[in-house]
């Protein structure tokens, strides 16, 4: 059984760094065609694609997030990291990692965690 | 980069069909067979309804259907149901990137 969880801080200041980490289990980063994305969600908007780690540890990044934003695994501890810096209260938003098969789809999604960038 | 175009609300009476389109470019639309549909019911996380254009995974109800023509893709709902009103997204492959659509909310009537 797949499942993916978000965890991190639920409230950030301006210009502070987030660290999400999202921990997984039923598949392994390790293994050919996996990736694992990240995908937030502000408060009644769409979707937004962020970054996307692949087995073979290539990295992708949204091009107008690129400069903020760092992807890494862990392979041995099933988890994936993703770093922003210098929130924003735009950043605001519910954020997703996403298990993303030959890094074309998601298949499955973790439940979300809320970021609120306030002061 | 820009978030692929959907309509903002698509609406049907219980077993009419419904297609919501997703216009996005030639460089991501238009040059891949990577175009993936996911549900979204309020509060929930999103749910892969199609994936490479047109494939359903297991699961999912044959009344949604995907297709593609030129830059712009579609998702089909046939046989329209309670249970199909949600918010339903559109995702591009855009060449070492991802792009979403901006969101299309289905209400059944």
């Known amino acids: 059984q797949v499942t993916l969880r978000e965890s991190g801080p639920a409230l950030v200041k301006p210009t502070q760094t987030l660290t999400l980490t999202c921990t997984f289990s039923?598949?392994?980063?390790?293994?050919?065609?996996?990736?694992v994305s990240w995908i937030r969600q502000p408060p009644g908007k769409a979707l937004e694609w962020l970054a996307l780690i692949d087995w073979d540890d290539d990295k992708y990044y949204s091009t107008s997030l690129k400069t903020r934003l760092t992807i890494s695994k862990d392979t041995s501890k099933n988890q994936v990291v993703l770093t922003m810096t210098n929130m924003d209260p735009v950043d605001t938003a519910t954020y997703y990692c996403?298990?993303?098969?030959?890094?074309?789809?998601?298949?499955?999604w973790g439940q979300g965690t809320l970021v609120t960038v306030s002061s | 980069q820009s978030a692929l175009t959907q309509p903002a609300s698509v609406s049907g009476s219980p077993g009419q069909s419904i297609t919501i389109s997703c216009t996005g470019t030639?460089?991501?639309?238009?040059?891949?067979?990577?175009v993936s549909w996911y549900q979204q019911h309020p509060g929930k996380a999103p749910k892969l309804m199609i994936y490479?254009?047109?494939k359903r995974p297991s699961g999912v109800s044959n009344r949604f259907s995907g297709s593609k023509s030129g830059n712009t893709a579609s998702l089909t709902i046939s046989g329209l149901q309670a249970e199909d009103e949600a918010d339903y997204y559109c995702?591009?492959?855009?060449?070492?990137?991802?792009?979403f659509g901006t969101g299309t909310k289905v209400t059944v009537l």
């Open positions: 996403a298990r993303t098969r030959y890094c074309d789809w998601v298949d499955y």
């Open positions: 039923g598949f392994s980063l390790s293994t050919s065609g996996m990736c």
């Open positions: 995702c591009s492959y855009a060449g070492s990137r991802y792009v």
């Open positions: 030639s460089s991501d639309v238009g040059s891949y067979n990577l």
């Open positions: 490479e254009v047109s």
